[in-house]
């Protein structure tokens, strides 16, 4: 096998939606778009499902397709992106529930699926989705008439506890829901760990789930693992890779890996990350390829069969630092191409 294996520790995964659940009283949601910030929805969803999750959320209706096939009868999915045109047979046939963002969307679902559930999304300073405080104003009445079964904001700076943001958005959703008989969602992973103030009556944590920051605290989730298809002595003075970019100093051992930066591994990443074989750290060398990766093993005691780049030793945030992103774009980055393994769950 060349391809690399990608471990899903579903046990880490539900202990860390148990452990976001249990820091207030509000029922835990759990967003697994991006196909389970890339881990897989189906078993994503099945794993939380199993450990108490009723509330799922998706960006899109296709999504909430595959994951109610994953789930079967129950379990409640919410559409983020709310009822785009073309969606109606989809929300109707599957059960899903649009977050209406707009009086557009509010009238194409009321026409299309009258008495279909719903949940709406109002704007409280991102100004990413949802209904402004001026168009709210003019629709509450007939919308909230229509009982809507969640009404939702987001927070632009949930991960960082000190914004005046969250404060503004958090008193913002207060007034715009003031007098409403219906239940509340306003906090991501991020405003989960802010303050009980901002959990309501459904939390929908994402990222923590899946081991990233801001929940430090989270158990990592994944790691991956990346054969090794060949190994070389090179002598001092010889170079490896495109543009022979990097030079053998000493006397070395280089292992070439059967990844690339078509399985997300950025090239930009070449001179910045190691891979480890247990516990020794193997710097990468030289250029990234599109499918292969050389590394330095020269400090190991024999060859090895594979390596990590994610594993004990390496977490996706080093890895998403070193690539100037964010962890939640390293998970969803992860190839198609990988024997997904899942554990537990
Ligand atoms: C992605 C998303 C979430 C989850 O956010 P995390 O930071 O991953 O916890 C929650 N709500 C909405 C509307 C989202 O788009």
């Known amino acids: 096998m060349s391809t690399a294996t990608l471990t899903i520790d579903l046990g880490a995964l539900t202990s860390n939606w ?11 949601g759990a967003v697994v778009k991006g196909d389970g910030y890339g881990l897989g929805a189906a078993r994503v969803g099945r794993a939380l499902a199993k450990a108490g999750a009723r509330t799922f959320f998706v960006a899109v209706a296709e999504e909430g397709v595959a994951l109610r096939q994953a789930l079967g009868p129950g379990p409640v999915i919410y559409i983020l992106s709310g009822h785009m045109a073309g969606d109606a047979d989809m929300l ?5 529930t649009p977050i ?26 991102m100004n990413r989705l949802g209904m402004e405080p001026n168009e709210w104003a003019a629709v509450r009445d007939i919308a909230v008439a229509q009982n809507p079964q969640l ?11 000190g914004a ?14 003031a007098g409403l008989d219906c239940p509340l969602s306003l906090a991501n992973t991020g405003g989960i760990l802010l303050d009980k103030a901002y959990h309501f ?64 591994i950025l090239r930009c990443l070449g001179d910045r990350i190691d891979v480890w074989a ?37 977490g996706i945030e080093t890895l998403a630092e070193a690539a100037g992103t964010v962890g939640y774009e390293i998970l969803t980055s992860m190839s198609p191409r990988y024997t997904r ?4 769950g």
């Open 201 to 264: 009556d459904v939390t929908r944590p994402g990222i923590g789930l899946y081991g990233g920051l801001p929940f430090a605290r989270a158990r990592p989730v994944v790691s991956l693992d990346i054969p090794v298809i060949q190994c070389r002595d090179v002598a001092p003075g010889e170079a490896v890779g495109y543009q022979g970019a990097w030079r053998a100093r000493r006397p070395s051992r280089v292992a070439t890996l059967g990844a690339g930066y078509a399985d997300g």
């Open 151 to 161: 009404i939702i904001s987001h927070l632009a700076c949930g991960d960082q506890s």
């Open 341 to 344: 393994r899942y554990l537990g």
């Open 164 to 177: 005046a943001m969250n404060t503004q958005q958090l008193s913002t959703f207060r007034q715009m829901t």
């Open 18 to 28: 148990s452990a976001l659940a249990a820091m207030g009283q509000a029922e835990a």
């Open 100 to 125: 209406l963002n707009s009086l557009d969307q509010m009238i194409r679902h009321l026409e299309a699926l009258p008495s279909h559930p719903f949940g709406l999304q109002l704007d409280t300073g």
């Open 278 to 314: 247990d516990d020794v750290r193997c710097p990468v060398i030289g250029r990234i390829s599109m499918d292969l990766i050389c590394v330095d093993v020269t400090d190991t005691s024999s060859d090895p069969r594979s390596v990590a780049l994610l594993g004990p030793q390496q």
């Open 92 to 96: 109707g046939d599957l059960d899903l």
